[in-house]
């Protein structure tokens, strides 16, 4: 599955240089921006614009939501043709959750390369992260948009719906991590990572679904697929996170640690360890270390508690049984596999 989501990325390039080029011209100012009233500094729009922008973007990433979109809607019709335009939608929200989440824990590197407030500034990084929530959905203005009329409003609805739950889950994690809070249940840690992750994986799906013609049983369990496939990855990842794999993207051992984070596995660390680990490990989350030697003490109090091989059962659980209600609404094909093979991914990958 990495194999074919990295064969596939220049192939998601194409469709988000489409909509945002590297360089702006005036034939974008026009067809973006509407008529000039007076004039438009494009030099200007590129440097604080464009070039963040794409400076984040190539630096990679899975783009394994914009393939979900496309999967699902080849599942449901055997063609991408009618959910294609839409692809940028999906890549470039994603991404711009992302940059704010960097200002949000004033991170340092992401993707190998400093933080894009790091590089360009706080104020131009607020503005990019903000500008890729909506420079996206220029597909849907008038002529450009393949769709008809319903289908645009359709997809509007989607998409401001999943943003204002993405925003949700997000002040909900932030405020965790910020406070002493010390037990939240399983259940409300789940539906904030189906608010702050799920969202996008749960709009590539249904969104792939609904343009291709599913059905409304199709397009809502795929949907609860894709929020399913986004909670999995974020537990993966918080995961991988204290296990150290993710050195081979800049990213520190334990860095969740340091920003204080409290994850499933520290919930549960926190519900199953004796009570001097606990106070301990509360302590050391809230105290936002910077040596690598107490986060260490922290992973190790996490690790005895059994709580990555709990994750990771979960993570597995939790998508297991989404896909048992959406294999019966699909025919077989290489489509529906790769679906499968999507799921199987998320929950087994080691970056």
Not at 116 to 124: A, E, P, Q, S, T
Not at 232 to 237: L, N, R, T, V
Not at 265 to 284: F, G, K, N, S
Request: with cysteine.
């Amino acid at each position: 599955m990495l194999d074919y989501l990295q064969e596939q990325s220049e192939h998601i390039n194409r469709y988000l240089e489409a909509i945002l080029p590297r360089r702006i011209t005036e034939g974008w100012v026009t067809e973006v921006l509407g008529a000039s009233t007076y004039a438009v500094d494009i030099a200007t729009l590129t440097a604080s614009l464009a070039e963040p922008v794409w400076d984040f973007l190539d630096r990679g990433g899975k783009r394994w939501r914009p393939m979900l979109l496309l999967t699902c809607a080849e599942a449901v019709s055997g063609s991408v043709e009618a959910a294609e335009p839409l692809v940028p939608i999906i890549e470039f929200i994603h991404n711009g959750t992302l940059v704010h989440d960097d200002l949000e824990d004033d991170s340092d590197i992401r993707r190998g390369k400093p933080c894009l407030h790091k590089l360009f500034g706080v104020d131009v990084a607020t503005n990019v992260g903000s500008a890729m929530y909506f420079v996206p959905l220029v597909i849907l203005y008038g002529k450009r948009a393949p769709y008809t009329d319903a289908q645009r409003l359709h997809i509007y609805d989607l998409v401001i719906q999943e943003l204002v739950r993405c925003h949700c889950g997000q002040a909900i994690d932030i405020a965790w991590h910020n406070s002493r809070r010390r037990r939240i249940t399983e259940a409300e840690y789940l539906q904030m990572c189906a608010y702050k992750t799920g969202v996008l994986a749960r709009l590539a799906a249904k969104l792939g679904a609904y343009v291709s013609g599913g059905s409304r049983a199709q397009i809502e369990e795929l949907g609860r697929f894709g929020e399913t496939i986004g909670v999995a990855f974020q537990i993966q990842d918080d995961i991988l996170n204290l296990t150290g794999t993710k050195f081979a993207q800049g990213k520190g051992r334990g860095e969740d640690i340091h920003e204080g984070k409290r994850t499933l596995l520290v919930w549960y660390a926190l519900d199953h360890a004796p009570e001097a680990d606990a106070c301990r490990l509360d302590e050391i989350l809230d105290a936002h270390p910077e040596d690598q030697a107490t986060i260490d003490e922290a992973i190790r109090v996490i690790e005895r508690t059994g709580a990555i091989e709990y994750a990771r059962s979960k993570a597995q659980e939790l998508v297991e049984a989404s896909w048992c209600r959406v294999d019966p609404l699909l025919a077989e094909s290489a489509a529906k596999r790769r679906l499968r093979e999507f799921a199987e991914f998320v929950v087994r990958r080691e970056l």
